[in-house]
């Protein structure tokens, strides 16, 4: 069974540039997960969406946002890029929306803003 | 909000020794998750720890949690080199919200 998948594996921008990242869930998953991995902060909560909606979102500013499609697949996109936000983003997929289930994660992207 | 603590933040072990990870969580929680990654890698799911007093083992890992002293152990036993990675222990904030929120990881080496 595939696991998680995202693309780019890596990603170069510049400051006030516009990133795409994407994110396939473990097929049959609903739930899908992102989490910003940022050297000395840690591993953060984004933005959690099920069946097409933000569910929750971290304490990140609106210039993080995404979607979520039809087939579960979701983007994440960040607006107005700076360099503190280099950094390994983590998708994970989950089979229900309800914390009873572990949260499966990708191979990661990593964006480094010049 | 709640707080995950981690310790050590660093181990640095003998192959064939035994020790203990310790995670500490501010508020309640029935869920607590143990994932290991590898450099440059990404999460690898270990244990899902859902009541008070579970127990879990896979190879010379062991999982416990105790949900009164808000406490997961992280037992590794015998280590042997390939465990060498970092391990986090994360927390459900609430069935509603399903953040994880994550420790600040164990950086383990594991040397002959």
């Known amino acids: 069974e595939a696991g998680v998948t995202q693309s780019p594996t890596h990603l170069i921008k510049t400051r006030g540039q516009q990133a795409t990242l994407r994110c396939s869930p473990i097929?049959?998953?609903?739930?899908v997960y992102w989490y910003q991995q940022a050297l000395g902060l840690g591993l953060q909560f984004l933005l959690w969406?099920?069946?097409?909606?933000?569910?929750n979102r971290g304490n990140f500013p609106p210039r993080f946002s995404g979607r979520q499609f039809p087939n579960y697949s979701s983007e994440l996109n960040v607006n107005a890029l700076e360099l503190e936000d280099s950094a390994l983003y983590l998708c994970?997929?989950?089979?229900?929306?309800?914390?009873?289930?572990?949260?499966?994660f990708g191979p990661g992207t990593r964006l480094l803003v010049l | 909000e709640l707080k995950v603590e981690q310790n050590p933040l660093f181990l640095s072990m003998q192959e064939g020794k035994n020790y203990t990870i310790y995670c500490n969580y501010s508020?309640?929680?029935?869920?607590l998750y143990w994932y290991r990654q590898d450099p440059g890698k990404s999460l690898e799911s270990l244990f899902v720890?859902?009541?008070?007093?579970a127990v879990k083992q896979e190879g010379r890992l062991m999982a416990s949690l105790d949900t009164k002293a808000r406490l997961s152990t992280l037992h590794i036993t015998a280590a042997v080199h390939d465990l060498s990675a970092t391990y986090f222990c994360?927390?459900?904030?609430?069935?509603?919200?399903?953040?994880?929120?994550f420790g600040t990881g164990t950086r383990l080496q594991v040397f002959p």
């Open positions: 994360a927390v459900l904030v609430s069935y509603n919200t399903d953040k994880l929120i």
């Open positions: 994970a997929s989950s089979g229900a929306g309800t914390g009873s289930e572990t949260q499966y």
């Open positions: 508020t309640t929680s029935d869920r």
């Open positions: 720890l859902l009541s008070n007093g």
């Open positions: 097929s049959g998953h609903t739930s």
């Open positions: 969406y099920d069946e097409g909606e933000e569910r």
